[in-house]
Structure formats: C-alpha cells, structure tokens
Nanobody, 123 residues
C-alpha cells in the first residue's frame, strides 16, 4: 500500500509559477513510477506528467509540454510538478498517482492515488 499526499496548490495569476509536491509513504518509493493528473470541473481526469522509476523517462501531453516539469527525489520519497506560465485552463484539482509498473501514461495503469490539491489560475 502506498499513501500519497499532495501539497502546494493555491490561487495564482496567469503567467505565474507553482510547484506541487507529493510525499509518498509505504514500500520502496523507487519501485514505483509516478504521475500527475488533473481534473477540471465537468471534465475527465487527464495526465499532465509521468516519470519512470529512476526519473530519466518522462512524458507530457502537448497541453503542458514546455511549461510543466516532473521530477522526483527517491531519497526523500517525493515527486514534484513544476508548473510555469500557468493559464486559466490549467485550473483543476491535481492528483498524484503511483504504479508498480516501470512507466505508465494511462490513468487506468495507476494503482494508488492521492486526495488531490486545488490549483486555480485567474486571468
């Protein structure tokens, strides 16, 4: 069992930056690939970033590519999402997720989920 706790959300203005953190507890953090997803009101949950176990492999959808950066610190059992040049359309609840697979980009491939942190970007 992996427990995930997100932090770092808040209210920012368009163009600002924000860094989300996800602290994990449980079995060896380095055995899990990690992902960040988001869900806006009335929309489906979608991937915003994925990172493999070792941190060298990442994946981003076109909507955030070049603006968001996912990273992980296996020594601190933490995964981060650096969000730059934020837009109002980035407003959503952001979720951290973990999977025992070496890498995953699909929502259904993730086994463990955090409770989410709210991000609101005003125009």
């Amino acid at each position: 069992q992996v427990l995930l706790i997100e932090s770092g959300g808040g209210l920012v203005q368009a163009g600002d930056s924000l860094r989300l953190s996800c602290a994990a507890s449980g079995p060896t953090f380095g055995d899990y690939a990690m992902g960040w997803f988001r869900q806006a009101p009335g929309k489906e949950r979608e991937l915003v970033a994925a990172i493999g176990r070792g941190g060298s492999r990442t994946n981003y959808p076109d909507s955030v590519k070049g603006r968001f950066i996912i990273s992980r610190d296996n020594a601190k059992n933490t995964v981060f999402l650096q969000m730059n040049s934020l837009k109002p359309e980035d407003t959503a609840i952001y979720y951290c997720a973990a999977t025992a697979r070496p890498f995953a980009s699909s929502l259904e491939q993730y086994d463990y989920w955090g409770q989410g942190t709210h991000v609101t970007v005003s125009s």
